[in-house]
């Protein structure tokens, strides 16, 4: 006898034969799986778009952030020209501007920061994820450092002023070094404090992903703990390590007011290693902070704009130069 249904469209009991389903109910199936395939591709569609079109707007962001910088530093751009990079006298009052000893403060801080640091960031990457991964110690470490990237910049500055900086100047006074304690030094070991918890917490997260299979095979040929983290974790990893270098090194070259507070503020340009490393100076960032407000002419505010386009392109460059390397390990 031949089952008769009342409404063709009612919902298919999964678990019905084959020989009980009647043409139209196939075609409801067809029609009701094509309509749900259908509204899927189109919020595919839509949310690809959107994705594409929040790239997009970044990248006129940035664009526009470029432009800005460009356009505000013309007036300097045509009055100084390509000798404003080099030029080694900052003197707002006798409308003389070069850039160079803000370009070798930047640079300097940062690279002596990012040397300081990277041996404490891999440590600590290291002991937290393949020697003591899980636990209470595991976790009072990982919200320090958490803390450490959480505390406001101005906040290390007064704890380099008045801590740090009596430490620094006893040391400078038995290495026969002006006692300045102030200067690229104490602003450098303040920077390296504040980078450490950038490169740390992707050096955690990439070595907690190594596969299992490779430590254990490695383990397996007898290979130590530290064999296996030189020769399988190290090299498994070295991409995602160096993107965190990266990182901890463009938070270094953006600081501002800690190293405001510490680098001791002057343009003079220091005639030996020694006085450069342990001696007052300044950062193209500090200096803007500090004169912005003090521009009183159209000259020294683009001079000073300028500087930011420098800061703004030397970042841009070191991340390309870094990110070549980070391919050329990847691809190796």
Do not use: C
Not at 22 to 40: C, D, E, G
Not at 109 to 133: C, K, M, Q, R
Not at 174 to 180: L, S
């Amino acid at each position: 006898m031949e089952p008769s249904f009342a409404n063709p469209d009612e919902t298919i009991n999964p678990n019905t034969p084959d020989s009980f389903i009647s043409s139209k109910q196939v075609t409801v199936m067809k029609n009701s799986r094509l309509s749900l395939s259908n509204k899927q591709l189109k919020w595919e569609t839509i949310f690809k778009r959107i994705l594409i079109a929040m790239s997009i707007f970044l990248v006129l962001i940035i664009l526009g952030v470029l432009a800005t910088l460009i356009k505000e530093s013309m007036p300097s751009i045509k009055a100084l020209g390509i000798g404003y990079l080099w030029g080694k006298v900052w003197d707002p009052v006798s409308n003389i501007y070069g850039a160079y000893p803000f370009l070798v403060g930047t640079l300097l801080t940062s690279f002596i920061a990012l040397i300081i640091s990277v041996p404490f960031s891999y440590a600590v990457a290291i002991y937290l994820g393949e020697y003591n991964p899980a636990g209470w110690l595991s976790d009072l470490l990982k919200n320090t450092i958490e803390l450490i990237a959480a505390v406001p910049s101005i906040i290390y500055g007064f704890w380099g002023l008045f801590v740090l900086v009596p430490i620094i100047r006893t040391f400078e006074a038995k290495i026969g070094v002006a006692p300045y304690g102030i200067g690229v030094f104490t602003s450098s070991l303040i920077l390296a404090v504040m980078i450490i918890p950038y490169a740390a917490s992707l050096g955690i997260t990439l070595i907690r992903m190594v596969p299992s299979p490779l430590k254990e095979g490695a383990y397996a040929l007898g290979a130590t703990r530290f064999e296996v983290i030189r020769r399988v974790i190290m090299p498994y990893t070295r991409s995602g390590l160096f993107a965190g270098v990266l990182l901890s090194l463009g938070r270094a070259l953006g600081e501002t007011m800690a190293v405001t507070m510490l680098i001791g503020n002057t343009s003079a340009v220091a005639h030996t290693l020694k006085d450069a490393i342990f001696g007052p100076g300044n950062t193209m960032a500090s200096v803007i902070a500090n004169e912005f407000t003090e521009a009183d002419h159209t000259e020294y505010l683009s001079a000073l704009i300028e500087l930011g386009l420098v800061l703004f392109i030397v970042t841009v460059i070191i991340n390309l130069i870094g990110k070549r390397i980070i391919t050329r390990f990847t691809n190796n």
